[in-house]
């Protein structure tokens, strides 16, 4: 089922998260188990699996990543995991930082630690600011094809850095 029209909501990057919540409550009220327990083992299970079918619908809508993922699998934009290209410049910036990560692991510097942390910062501000006007074009419906290519590539290129950012956190914890 389309999570979307599960909650009677626009399929959009940019959703009113109010409303999204008040509709998750208002279904947790309409197909909560306790409703139906005095009916048949159907209709309990059937009000069990529209409640985590509502409590999923959720979870993926209110998080922007996995909202995301789900829009671009939705619209079948995501493609085979593994497939996507990076493009050459993004490649760089990262194998950059990756380059300062096996500095760190081999002499760890607090202040290399610092300028690592800040050139993954200053990156994803960019990838956000560049994806902003991609996700307001695909929400009011103009050139849709255009942004969804370039609303994958940023979920890509931010998943890769969310890699980075996991293997920068194993410093800061030591």
Not at 54 to 81: C, F, K, P, V, W
Not at 108 to 127: C, D, K, M, V, Y
Not at 138 to 147: C, L, S
Request: no cysteine; hydrophobic share 40%; glycine share 2%.
């Amino acid at each position: 089922m389309d999570y979307f029209a599960f909650y009677d909501l626009p399929v959009a990057f940019r959703i009113d998260e109010k409303l999204l919540r008040a509709r998750f409550l208002e279904k947790s009220k309409q197909l909560h188990p306790d409703l139906v327990s005095q009916t048949d083992d159907a209709a309990r299970e059937e009000a069990e699996a529209m409640t985590a079918l509502n409590n999923q619908a959720y979870q993926t809508l209110s998080n922007t990543d996995a909202r995301i993922h789900y829009i671009l699998e939705l619209t079948g934009a995501l493609g085979e995991e593994g497939t996507h290209k990076m493009s050459s410049d993004f490649l760089v910036e990262v194998m950059d930082i990756n380059e300062a990560l096996m500095e760190l692991e081999f002499d760890f510097n607090p202040g290399r630690f610092e300028a690592t942390q800040s050139s993954i910062q200053q990156l994803e501000r960019e990838l956000n600011d560049a994806v902003r006007p991609e996700l307001m074009a695909y929400d009011t419906g103009q050139d849709t094809e255009r942004a969804l290519v370039r609303i994958r590539d940023y979920y890509f290129k931010k998943k890769y850095l969310l890699r980075i950012k996991e293997n920068l956190s194993k410093f800061a914890a030591a």
